[in-house]
């Protein structure tokens, strides 16, 4: 079965800094799909951004990009210029090229200070 | 272009007590999913549908739970003879087919409290 570890329970940065929020996943497929989902506090899940494994580009959305590596089966999410409405968890997630359900990791609670 | 709803939003019952949730999809979503929250964690996937058909579900959905969507548009979600385990938040997401990354969007979520 598929696993994703976010091995950072929490972060916090200054506004305007820049963080990056790490993930692993196991797996022993070749190809699926890997997101990074924001949850602000008491509002619901939204997407940042999805990163399809058999692209080598990594995905960019604005402030948000991604370092994906493959090989080491490693999916970050950097933040730039970080405001203070990127306060949120934050859970990486995977799914698989023929399966529907998203697995999720623990997330990492990232904090934007003033 | 409205987004996933659910409701209710918050539901405080006994233990004993039966539930029910429901989800509206984002219009044209085929696909409906439904997963469960605890608190500091990530969501786990309970089981999802395609049209009106269920075609997976979790080990984690135990026979106190059923989930339906008879005409492919809503679900709902009912948990019979509740348990304080069962309090969590329950989030629905759907999506749509077609999409080559099929990927999935979000309701509130209805956050379920077991007395």
């Known amino acids: 079965a598929q696993t994703v570890t976010q091995s950072q329970p929490e972060m916090s940065v200054q506004e305007a800094e820049t963080v990056t929020l790490s993930c692993t996943y196991d797996?022993?497929?070749?190809?699926?799909?890997l997101f990074w989902y924001k949850q602000p506090p008491s509002r619901q899940m939204i997407l940042v951004i999805r990163?399809?494994?058999?692209?080598?580009q990594n995905a960019t959305e604005n402030r948000f990009s991604v370092n994906f590596q493959k090989a080491a089966k490693s999916f970050s999410l950097k933040i730039s210029d970080s405001q203070l409405g990127d306060t949120a968890m934050y859970f990486c997630?995977?799914?698989?090229?023929?399966?529907?359900?998203?697995?999720f990791g623990q997330g990492t609670r990232l904090t934007i200070n003033p | 272009d409205t987004g996933v709803s659910q409701d209710p939003r918050h539901k405080i019952t006994k233990r004993g007590q039966n539930v029910t949730f429901r989800c509206d999809p984002i219009?044209?979503?085929?696909?409906l999913y439904w997963y469960r929250q605890t608190l500091g964690q990530g969501p786990e996937f309970l089981t999802y549908?395609?049209?009106?058909?269920?075609?997976?579900k979790s080990r984690l959905l135990s026979d106190r739970f059923s989930a339906e969507r008879p005409k492919g548009s809503f679900s709902t979600l009912e948990i019979q003879r509740t348990e304080q385990g069962d309090s969590a938040m329950y989030l629905c997401?759907?999506?749509?087919?077609?999409?080559?990354?099929?990927?999935?969007?979000f309701g509130p979520g209805t956050r379920l409290t077991v007395l």
């Open positions: 997401a759907s999506s749509r087919l077609t999409s080559l990354t099929d990927t999935q969007y």
């Open positions: 549908f395609q049209n009106e058909a269920q075609l997976e």
């Open positions: 219009s044209e979503h085929n696909r």
């Open positions: 797996t022993s497929e070749n190809n699926y799909y």
């Open positions: 997630a995977f799914r698989g090229q023929g399966a529907q359900k998203l697995v």
């Open positions: 990163q399809e494994a058999y692209k080598q």
